[in-house]
């Protein structure tokens, strides 16, 4: 008798935590405003978004999901997008937008439309939208935590920045900061602004490397890590340990250095894919889900030793790693941030 | 492009010339109806006071850009640096006027006095308006860079309030276009000394021989394009509530598509203002016309660029017709 009892409690609770009836969201449409589609991360972007987008249709758990790419980079372009969404009757909108701040005024009236608005990547500030960040943060300290773990003995550090005045460089630059103060070991003898561009990463590295003491570590942001590989070879130096930013041409030439002579470093990103994750909140949203925080973390993409083999071959060349969320890999991270 | 403006006020020919005038002032008009009636058709809720008022709340900004580049066109002059001038009238926008209003209306003062003596310097140089323009679009980027490193800053409460005004049956972007339009035509087509000022273009030896100031009416013609600046990128701030120093910069090649739309010339001092207004709005609801028809983004530059040519080579074929009568 305890045990029936036991299993009804069990079976309630279970229905209890799935929660009141849910709208049904198969005949509601979601577009997507994209306001620049021009390098690799924005392509994979726009591919994995089409690839989980296009199966919620066909499963009907959404009725439609269109893109739309402005013309130009330009704030009113995008602005008049969001307009003309609105008047088009979608249920959602989810962004990439191209300011945080003055895109606001559109975005709020499609907030009074009834419109849920998820942002990623360039995020918008409007309150009533959501956002999902990537926290680049955490991202530079832990590959700190990397460095404290093969280096125990510490040494010289050379740091490549990103865009100057962007909050990506500057939440980087912070983590670094954040991860030079637990590890006093670490010293950064020299700071150079690569620009998250191989070709100018090297020749900022190549220009100030002459004149630097052995290095042990460089810490990075992206997309500058090779053209840094290249720029020590150049200069007959000895390979530090260069962090990675999952870029196809990085990951290979850490591969082949794996090979060649057992290199080791870490690799870590954020991933286009994040796209998807904005997909799923939306869609999460117009289910009728009122706790979802509208500030979200996703987490980032990390390769290691053991894992950066088995990636590689799935990355186009030219193009940087991606993961595509399913609904509940975002309900999951949903669900962890609602934890913090 | 034999008939100029001011020519056309002489006896002769009088008939054809006022039906190939006719034609050319109702073509502009005949677009934006054609554009109406496929948004109409193709998405019946957005010919509503709720959507012409999203759909065209936009055009404001671009209305009086164009009609800013108007009357720099009228001197045969074109400004290539309105589109950084708009961004950066934002950024004062959204800082100073937002916590100092009259700090922030000097400034707006000190543009329009800069805008002036850049008619002077085109005038008294006799410099290309292209390369001193590319020259300011430059000064005034890295002014709004300087003004506002990052995007940001809020619009005066005021000027949001008056931007998304709800007027009665007639959606308030229709208003202020028409508000727009008439000021400009009345002032430039209606009175003397705009008479003049069109003349600067048309024959400028003329005007100044019949004893006008050609400095004066440059340095007009220019403060008046600086004036219309500062209004636009008061309204693209009222609009979007936030400002961004790269906010304006499509809008010099808008403004000069839009006058050009028209039924303005490149030269010859041909203007029209209410023209310019609707070849502003025509250009936005374009771009509403194509993301209703689900064009792909890789082909939305090309259909705009599509609309003009179209257009202008109506607007030919009218020409040609004309002297062939």
């Given at each position: 008798?305890?045990?029936?009892?036991?299993?009804?409690?069990?079976?309630?609770?279970?229905?209890?935590?799935?929660?009141?009836?849910?709208?049904?969201?198969?005949?509601?449409?979601?577009?997507?405003?994209?306001?620049?589609?021009?390098?690799?991360?924005?392509?994979?972007?726009?591919?994995?978004?089409?690839a989980v987008a296009d199966k919620a249709v066909q499963d009907k758990i959404i009725g439609a999901a269109d893109v739309f790419t402005t013309s130009d980079k330009e704030v009113p372009t995008q602005a008049a997008q969001l307009q003309n969404l609105i008047l088009q009757g979608y249920n959602a909108i989810v962004i990439n937008a191209a300011s945080p701040e003055a895109l606001n005024g559109a975005v709020k009236q499609a907030c009074d439309a009834g419109i849920v608005v998820v942002s990623f990547d360039g995020i918008v500030t409007e309150p009533c939208a959501y956002r999902i960040r990537v926290d680049y943060r955490a991202l530079a300290a832990k590959a700190m935590d990397y460095l404290a773990t093969k280096l125990p003995k510490g040494g010289n550090l050379l740091e490549i920045r990103g865009v100057a005045g962007t909050s990506i460089d500057d939440d980087f630059h912070n983590g670094t900061l954040d991860g030079l103060?637990?590890?006093?070991?670490?010293?950064?003898?020299?700071?150079?602004?690569?620009?998250?561009?191989?070709?100018?990463?090297?020749?900022?590295?190549?220009?100030?490397?002459?004149?630097?003491?052995?290095?042990?570590?460089?810490?990075?942001?992206?997309?500058?890590?090779?053209?840094?590989a290249q720029a020590f070879q150049n200069g007959g130096r000895k390979q530090p340990i260069i962090i990675m930013g999952n870029r196809q041409d990085e990951l290979a030439w850490w591969v082949q250095q794996k090979k060649a002579n057992g290199y080791e470093t870490w690799s870590a990103s954020s991933a286009p894919g994040v796209s998807t994750m904005a997909f799923w909140v939306a869609q999460q949203v117009l289910d009728g889900r009122k706790?979802?925080?509208?500030?979200?973390?996703?987490?980032?993409?990390?390769?290691?030793?053991?894992?950066?083999?088995?990636?590689?071959?799935?990355?186009?060349?030219?193009g940087v790693a991606t993961i595509e969320y399913s609904q509940d890999d975002a309900k999951k991270i949903i669900d962890d941030n609602m934890k913090k | 492009m034999s008939v100029s403006v001011v020519s056309s006020t002489k006896p002769g020919g009088a008939g054809v010339l006022r039906v190939r005038r006719t034609l050319r002032a109702v073509l502009p008009a005949l677009s934006l109806i054609l554009i109406l009636l496929a948004i109409w058709h193709l998405n019946a809720r957005a010919i509503s006071y709720f959507g012409l008022n999203?759909?065209?709340?936009?055009?404001?900004?671009?209305?009086l850009a164009t009609v800013g580049q108007m009357f720099v066109m009228a001197s045969n002059d074109l400004d290539l640096s309105i589109g950084t001038f708009v961004g950066f009238i934002g950024c004062i926008t959204a800082t100073v006027l937002h916590d100092s209003p009259v700090l922030g209306i000097a400034i707006f003062a000190g543009c329009?006095?800069?805008?002036?003596?850049?008619?002077?310097?085109?005038?008294?140089?006799?410099?290309p308006s292209i390369v001193v323009t590319l020259g300011m679009f430059f000064v005034w980027q890295g002014l709004a860079i300087l003004v506002l490193p990052k995007p940001g800053g809020h619009a005066p409460d005021w000027l949001?309030?008056?931007?998304?005004?709800?007027?009665?049956?007639?959606?308030?972007?229709?208003?202020?276009?028409?508000?727009?339009?008439?000021?400009?035509?009345?002032?430039?087509?209606?009175?003397?000394?705009?008479?003049?000022?069109?003349?600067?273009?048309?024959?400028a030896v003329a005007v100044e021989r019949a004893g006008w100031s050609m400095l004066k009416v440059k340095m007009i013609l220019f403060g008046l394009a600086g004036f219309c600046g500062v209004l636009a990128g008061m309204a693209l701030i009222g609009l979007t509530t936030s400002a961004d120093a790269n906010l304006g910069n499509g809008y010099t090649l808008l403004s000069i598509a839009g006058a050009i739309l028209g039924g303005g010339e490149f030269t010859g001092g041909r203007v029209s203002p209410i023209g310019s207004v609707i070849g502003a709005l025509t250009l936005t609801l374009a771009g509403s016309l194509l993301n209703f028809m689900h064009i792909s983004p890789d082909w939305q530059v090309a259909a705009q660029g599509g609309i003009l040519i179209v257009v202008l080579a109506a607007r030919v074929l009218i020409n040609r017709a004309g002297s062939a009568a």
């Open positions: 008798m305890r045990r029936v009892i036991y299993a009804l409690l069990a079976t309630t609770a279970v229905a209890l935590a799935s929660g009141p009836a849910r709208a049904d969201t198969k005949d509601m449409r979601i577009a997507f405003s994209n306001n620049y589609a021009g390098n690799s991360w924005r392509q994979a972007m726009l591919k994995s978004y089409g103060k637990k590890y006093p070991q670490f010293k950064v003898v020299n700071s150079v602004e690569g620009d998250w561009d191989e070709t100018t990463a090297q020749k900022a590295v190549s220009t100030v490397l002459p004149s630097l003491p052995e290095i042990v570590g460089v810490v990075d942001q992206g997309g500058d890590g090779y053209g840094a706790d979802i925080p509208h500030d979200l973390v996703d987490p980032y993409l990390a390769f290691t030793q053991d894992t950066v083999d088995a990636a590689l071959p799935k990355i186009p060349v030219g | 999203l759909m065209l709340n936009l055009a404001v900004p671009v209305a329009i006095v800069v805008y002036a003596l850049l008619g002077a310097l085109i005038y008294l140089r006799n410099l949001k309030a008056l931007m998304s005004l709800k007027t009665p049956y007639v959606p308030f972007p229709v208003m202020a276009a028409v508000v727009i339009g008439v000021v400009a035509y009345v002032g430039l087509m209606r009175t003397s000394y705009g008479a003049v000022l069109r003349g600067a273009g048309g024959n």
